[in-house]
């Protein structure tokens, strides 16, 4: 079993953008006492299952945006420690919008607040909050790839589906433990980002160059995880029941604890059969 993104990649690679806009959107989100799950469009957005009780990060949300219009956002608030939301849980989440993705020397055309919320307080005992609502973006492309091409995995046989997920994941695991870098592979893998990021053609040719390796970061095996649907049954992937991040992830060779992962998104082409990163 293989996987095959070359002719997704040529469509991506030769797109035409609907405009000349290059807007970009991100959501700051600070929490304290709590874990979180975030989605844009069923879409993995961020998520926050460490131990620490704060934490901030602003993420950026155009690799989950497909199209102009509504965008969809779920938010699932859970226990720091135990199976009840602590009284001192709290979660705020910022909207910004920068018009301007390629003007760096100007901060990207300066943040613009589109929205501000914060979770209401905790008054009674409750193992999770959860919310969804929706915010308008507007880019300069449509997305249609998991449309056209996507399988709808949820309908398919979950041990048959597990078991060719898990082995694409132990060939990437492989590549990376045998230090495999495969240039031209990686870029098509990038490709969405010259769509979705404004990325040149360079720029990913850069991002797809072989890493230099870290002396510090021992890969771990890949024998604790859950297999995860996004992108209403259309995407896969193995995520890690550590920290819930992907199941290719790095361990501190001295503490243990995650360091790094490699996000590997999949899905499967409903007419021919093949696997693709998304």
């Given at each position: 079993?293989?996987?095959?993104?070359?002719?997704?990649?040529?469509?991506?690679?030769?797109?035409?953008?609907?405009?000349d806009s290059?807007?970009?959107?991100?959501?700051?989100?600070?929490?304290?006492?709590?874990?979180?799950?975030?989605?844009?469009?069923?879409?993995?957005?961020?998520?926050?299952?460490?131990?620490?009780?704060?934490?901030?990060?602003?993420?950026?949300?155009?690799?989950?945006?497909?199209?102009?219009?509504?965008?969809?956002?779920?938010?699932?608030?859970?226990?720091?420690?135990?199976?009840?939301?602590?009284?001192?849980?709290?979660?705020?989440?910022?909207?910004?919008?920068?018009?301007?993705?390629?003007?760096?020397?100007?901060?990207?055309?300066?943040?613009?607040?589109?929205?501000?919320?914060?979770?209401?307080?905790?008054?009674?005992?409750?193992?999770?909050?959860?919310?969804?609502?929706?915010?308008?973006?507007?880019?300069?492309?449509?997305?249609?790839?998991?449309?056209?091409?996507?399988?709808?995995?949820?309908?398919?046989?979950?041990?048959?589906?597990?078991?060719?997920?898990?082995?694409?994941?132990?060939?990437?695991?492989?590549?990376?433990?045998?230090?495999?870098?495969?240039?031209?592979?990686?870029?098509?893998?990038?490709?969405?980002?010259?769509?979705?990021?404004?990325?040149?053609?360079?720029?990913?040719?850069?991002?797809?160059?072989?890493?230099?390796?870290?002396?510090?970061?021992?890969?771990?095996?890949?024998?604790?995880?859950?297999?995860?649907?996004?992108g209403n049954?259309?995407?896969?992937?193995?995520?890690?029941?550590?920290?819930?991040?992907?199941?290719?992830?790095?361990?501190?060779?001295?503490?243990?604890?995650?360091?790094?992962?490699?996000?590997?998104?999949l899905f499967?082409?409903?007419?021919?059969?093949?696997?693709?990163?998304?």
């Amino acid at each position: 079993m293989t996987i095959n993104n070359t002719s997704i990649a040529k469509e991506l690679r030769n797109y035409k953008f609907i405009n000349d806009s290059r807007p970009g959107y991100y959501l700051q989100v600070n929490n304290q006492n709590c874990h979180y799950d975030i989605r844009i469009n069923d879409l993995d957005a961020g998520k926050f299952f460490d131990p620490y009780p704060s934490y901030s990060v602003r993420i950026p949300l155009n690799l989950r945006i497909l199209r102009s219009g509504e965008q969809l956002l779920s938010l699932r608030v859970l226990p720091l420690t135990g199976n009840l939301l602590s009284k001192q849980a709290n979660l705020q989440l910022r909207l910004m919008m920068y018009p301007d993705m390629t003007d760096k020397e100007n901060d990207y055309g300066g943040s613009i607040t589109l929205w501000d919320w914060e979770m209401p307080a905790i008054g009674q005992d409750f193992p999770l909050f959860e919310m969804d609502t929706v915010f308008e973006a507007k880019v300069p492309y449509k997305l249609d790839i998991l449309d056209k091409y996507a399988l709808d995995l949820s309908k398919m046989d979950e041990k048959i589906l597990l078991a060719e997920v898990l082995e694409l994941f132990k060939q990437k695991h492989n590549q990376l433990s045998d230090n495999i870098h495969d240039e031209k592979l990686i870029g098509d893998f990038y490709q969405r980002l010259h769509v979705q990021t404004y990325y040149s053609e360079e720029r990913i040719k850069r991002m797809a160059s072989k890493p230099s390796q870290e002396p510090n970061e021992i890969l771990q095996p890949i024998d604790n995880y859950k297999l995860q649907l996004y992108g209403n049954g259309k995407v896969v992937t193995l995520l890690n029941r550590i920290d819930y991040d992907s199941a290719l992830w790095w361990a501190d060779k001295d503490s243990g604890e995650p360091i790094s992962w490699q996000p590997f998104y999949l899905f499967k082409n409903k007419d021919t059969g093949e696997w693709h990163v998304w």
